[in-house]
């Protein structure tokens, strides 16, 4: 399985003070451990009570053994921790319709990118389009708060849209491996995908970005007012969706 590591994609903007609580190299409180360690606990044992194996809990006790005399020594149970992952839910695209991604592409790209940024994602639900649209880009998908990511089922390629897409849109797509073609005689833009860019798309531009919006939502602890200007929130759900892709295709491309 191809592992990745992301060391700037989950660069969450902090205060001064987190900057200096980040330094220390002992948490006094595991609520106040780092991100990622914090979320790899919780995902490897998502139903145990918040003061578990809480480390000033353990410094209290051991005071007070300690004070009666009694010498105690942790015993490591072992064990293999409990594998959680977001549900991943499909609903059958209509007829001309399809779900690029497949479940399988989702889990694997989620087992890459790893604890911090799956943490708190209850579900990836693979969803029709919503029946009123509006015209451009057909929806691609959305975050549902808390913790929900939907992404909608697309036209089967070629799509043909009415009218000229945005230039925005257009250097999107291309960058995407789209091939954007407006014929002026019928006022249509036809956009083809070669063979795994549409899936690679929903991929890393639909869903990656909308897992994005999810750690900037959660791990302010914010989980349903919104904690960014909506400038801000989508600038650092592109970058982290840039940075995965580039380094989901540069380990790949080195193997």
């Not at 948490?27 to 790899?40: F, G, V, Y």
């Not at 900037?216 to 982290?240: M, P, V």
Request: proline share 7%; glycine share 8%.
């Amino acid at each position: 399985m191809l592992l990745l590591t992301f060391p700037d994609c989950l660069a969450i903007p902090v205060t001064h003070k987190q900057r200096v609580q980040k330094r220390r190299s002992l948490s006094r409180s595991k609520h106040t451990d780092p991100r990622a360690i914090r979320a790899e606990r919780r995902l490897a044992s998502p139903r145990a009570r918040r003061g578990i194996d809480d480390p000033s809990r353990k410094r209290r006790l051991g005071r007070l053994l300690k004070e009666m005399g009694i010498v105690h020594t942790v015993v490591n149970a072992g064990g293999r921790p409990e594998s959680v992952r977001p549900r991943i839910i499909v609903q059958k695209p209509r007829q001309g319709y399809t779900h690029p991604a497949a479940r399988s592409d989702i889990t694997s790209v989620l087992e890459a990118i790893g604890p911090e940024a799956t943490y708190g994602l209850t579900a990836i639900a693979l969803s029709r389009t919503p029946e009123a649209v509006r015209a451009g880009l057909p929806p691609l998908g959305r975050l549902s708060v808390p913790g929900k990511v939907v992404i909608y089922e697309q036209p089967v390629p070629p799509w043909r849209l009415t009218g000229r897409i945005h230039g925005k849109d257009v250097g999107r797509l291309s960058r995407a491996g789209a091939i954007v073609e407006y014929n002026r005689a019928v006022d249509a833009t036809i956009i083809d995908w070669p063979e795994g860019s549409l899936r690679d798309f929903m991929l890393f531009e639909v869903l990656l970005h909308e897992v994005g919006h999810h750690i900037l939502q959660h791990h302010k602890g914010k989980r349903t007012a919104r904690i960014a200007r909506t400038r801000d929130h989508e600038a650092f759900a592109q970058s982290f969706a840039d940075k995965c892709r580039a380094a989901w295709f540069g380990e790949a491309h080195q193997k």
